[in-house]
Every structure is written in structure tokens, then in C-alpha cells.
T-cell receptor, first 112, second 113 residues
């Protein structure tokens, strides 16, 4: 699975959009970009994933660049409950021996 | 039911003890994972089971022994652990359809004394 690079930490004001970048320049053609978050001492929670096209669900939007070498997770109206560590993961869609490897993640702090 | 249930939530054990962590899911997922997470670090993969067979062992010491007795249950047997093995142990599961996400349990907080 390809390696990802994320900023160590970010702050965002409550109510504003939080934009979390991820670099995955070695991504392969069949690898998907997944985002998870982990609120303090809880298990990671799935947010969203995508291959080429931009995706949106009830939690967030995912913007993937045309060359697929980077992506941005957008939380449109951040709340205090969005304070967490956000992980960008790249993995193949195949079932079986995939590793789902976590990078260092971005610690997002929402400021009142 | 989209839950992965881990028990116990907290465990304190001595270095000579034998204990087991349990993970259960009823989503029909056929891939199950064990991760270890130290404070302020990302989860580190330990083991992957696929269709109840061990498919990945990330060079984990033999004092950690995984077991997958059926498609819903994953155990991690612990023996002769060291204090540095104290961590949050996370279990996850994933379905066989393409692009499905993994679901994580809330973890077992293990302290070795």
C-alpha cells in the first residue's frame, strides 16, 4: 500500500470549514483513498473514501486531484466534536492480504 | 448491527499471567485485524485473518498468539508480556465486497505490571 504524508496538526475555528490535506504521490491506479478519524482513546471511525471522483457523504467531502497524488478532506461546518486525529490511508480494493496501514495522521483541534 | 465488540475494555495483568482479549462481530465480515496502539502514536497492524486463516503476521513476538475460532470471533492470547506491551489493542473487521470500509472496536486498554 502507498505511503501518505499529512501535516502533524491543524486548528480550525468552530463553524468554519476544516480542510485536511494528504499527499499520496506513489498511489497506484487501483488504490483507494480512505479517511478515518480517532477521537481520544476510542477506536478509529470511518469517514469517507474515493478512487478518482470527488465524494460527499453526511460527514464530509473528499476532493482528489486529477493526478490522484493528493487529496483533501473537508468538514464543512466544524464542531467541537470534530476534534480528533484524522488519518488518510491508501489501500487496494482487494480482499485478503491488504494491510490497512495508518500514517502519522493530523491532529485537528476545533477552537470555540 | 455495525458493531465490533471488544472485551474486556480494561485489563491489568502481571508479567507471568496468561490472559485473552476477545473481539466479536456479526456483520458477516471475513477479514479481521488486530492492531496495537501506543499513546500518541498511530495504530500498528499486528495480524490479519482472512476467511478464518492467518494471512498476515507483522513479525509479532510469540507472546502474542492470535486465534480465529469462527467467522465472528477473534481472540488474542497473551502470555509472559512485558511492561512495554502496555497499549490500546484494537480489533477491526471488513467485508469481502470491493471498497468496503473497516469497522473498529473501541479497544482493550492493557496494562502490564
Amino acid at each position: 500500500d502507498a505511503k501518505t504524508t499529512q501535516p502533524t496538526s491543524m486548528d480550525c475555528a468552530e463553524g468554519r470549514a476544516a480542510n485536511l490535506p494528504c499527499n499520496h504521490s506513489t498511489i497506484s491506479g487501483n488504490e483507494y483513498v480512505y479517511w478515518y478519524r480517532q477521537i481520544h482513546s476510542q477506536g478509529p471511525q470511518y469517514i469517507i473514501h474515493g478512487l478518482k471522483n470527488n465524494e460527499t457523504n453526511e460527514m464530509a467531502s473528499l476532493i482528489i486531484t486529477e493526478d490522484r497524488k493528493s487529496s483533501t478532506l473537508i468538514l464543512p461546518h466544524a464542531t467541537l466534536r470534530d476534534t480528533a486525529v484524522y488519518y488518510c490511508i491508501v489501500r487496494t480494493p482487494n480482499f485478503g492480504n491488504e494491510k490497512l496501514t495508518f500514517g502519522t495522521g493530523t491532529r485537528l483541534t476545533i477552537i470555540p | 448491527d455495525t458493531e465490533v465488540t471488544q472485551t474486556p475494555k480494561h485489563l491489568v495483568m502481571g508479567m507471568t499471567n496468561k490472559k485473552s482479549l476477545k473481539c466479536e462481530q456479526h456483520m458477516g465480515h471475513r477479514a479481521m485485524y488486530w492492531y496495537k496502539q501506543k499513546a500518541k502514536k498511530p495504530p500498528e497492524l499486528m495480524f490479519v485473518y482472512s476467511y478464518e486463516k492467518l494471512s498476515i503476521n507483522e513479525s509479532v513476538p510469540s507472546r502474542f498468539s492470535p486465534e480465529c475460532p469462527n467467522s465472528s470471533l477473534l481472540n488474542l492470547h497473551l502470555h509472559a508480556l512485558q511492561p512495554e506491551d502496555s497499549a490500546l489493542y484494537l480489533c477491526a473487521s471488513r467485508g469481502t465486497l470491493r471498497n468496503t470500509e473497516a469497522f473498529f472496536g473501541q479497544g482493550t486498554r492493557l496494562t502490564v505490571v
